[in-house]
């Protein structure tokens, strides 16, 4: 099994710049792919970025790309997302998630998750 713990949301005004951490635990060698998700309530959850465990391959959501940059610390077992120019319409809750088969560039059969951290941006 997999823990996953993220941290770093808050609020910050359009335009502004903020850093999530998912903190990863347990069988970590099973961690083929890692991502991130956010949702608003009342609609469905999407994919924003992820990342290949052993290539470094990434993957952005189209709405996401040349804002966020996704990265991970294999020696912290720790996943980022670096979000700049942030915009009112990235609002959502954030969550860490992993996939523990490839390949990864896929938005489905992530069956780990955190609980969720919070942005919020105002215009």
């Known amino acids: 099994r997999v823990q996953l713990v993220e941290s770093g949301g808050g609020s910050v005004q359009a335009g502004g710049s903020l850093r999530l951490s998912c903190a990863a635990s347990?069988?970590?060698?099973?961690?083929?792919?890692m991502a991130w998700f956010r949702q608003v309530p009342g609609e469905q959850r999407e994919g924003v970025a992820s990342?290949?465990?052993?290539?470094?391959?990434?993957y952005y959501a189209d709405s996401v790309k040349g804002r966020f940059t996704v990265s991970l610390d294999n020696t912290k077992n720790t996943l980022y997302l670096q979000m700049n120019s942030l915009k009112p319409e990235d609002t959502a809750m954030y969550y860490c998630?992993?996939?523990?088969?490839?390949?990864?560039?896929?938005?489905?059969?992530?069956?780990?998750w955190g609980q969720g951290t919070q942005v919020t941006v105002s215009s």
């Open positions: 998630a992993v996939r523990t088969a490839y390949p990864c560039g896929t938005w489905a059969g992530f069956g780990y």
């Open positions: 347990g069988d970590t060698r099973s961690m083929y792919c």
């Open positions: 990342i290949s465990n052993n290539f470094g391959s990434t």
